[in-house]
């Protein structure tokens, strides 16, 4: 229950000003159709961040416990830095909404925005951790959805309320204070 939660509340924080609620403001703005926008969002998450929690679930297998204590420890902190640098939204990502439908526009383009960003690696490093791999992208998926859903039906005028400092600053403490514990040996109760 601890993966579930933990991964939820950190991807809820290290989404809120990330490239992709950036791009759920864009495409609401531009399409004014929450519902397909919301299932794109859901199915793209599921997809990459299941494809990161099997990769985080293979990394378990495949490194030793040791050399994964200091691996997942040196990402969680290197996380809390990338967490306090802004994203901004690729010009690309946008431009493939026009040819595919909403539902389309939105699946491609957030999977393509998610490939390689923090929340995705994020998913690798706790499925990793927490070898529970299923209640982490469950919870990192809850964690999109918390940060993305609220952006497709408010817009802007929840963006300029809210300060994007301070929950970025939260979210890298987060990520911070799991690195600290991975690296004092925190885990070791599921194998590291």
Do not use: C
């Not at 199915?43 to 378990?60: D, E, F, K, R, S």
């Not at 040819?99 to 389309?104: D, E, M, S, T």
């Not at 918390?146 to 987060?174: E, N, Q, S, T, Y």
């Amino acid at each position: 229950m601890e993966s579930l939660l933990v991964s939820t509340g950190v991807v809820a924080l290290a989404e809120i000003g990330d490239k992709t609620q950036l791009l759920a403001f864009i495409l609401a703005a531009r399409f004014k159709k929450p519902l397909p926008i919301v299932l794109g969002i859901l199915a793209a998450t599921v997809v990459n961040h299941g494809l990161a929690g099997a990769l985080g679930a293979w990394i378990t297998s495949a490194v030793s416990p040791q050399v994964l204590r200091w691996l997942l420890g040196l990402s969680f902190l290197g996380m809390a830095v990338w967490t306090l640098i802004p994203d901004e939204i690729e010009e690309d990502e946008t431009r493939i909404a026009g040819r595919l439908g909403v539902f389309g526009a939105t699946l491609v383009t957030f999977f393509l925005a998610e490939m390689g960003d923090k929340t995705q690696i994020a998913t690798v490093a706790m499925a990793a951790h927490y070898a529970a791999p299923l209640l982490v992208v469950i919870g990192t998926t809850a964690g999109m959805l918390i940060a993305d859903v609220p952006a497709v039906f408010v817009g802007d005028r929840l963006a300029a309320r809210i300060p994007m400092k301070l929950v970025h600053a939260i979210a890298a403490a987060i990520f911070a204070a799991l690195g600290v514990a991975t690296l004092l040996g925190a885990g070791a109760r599921v194998g590291l």
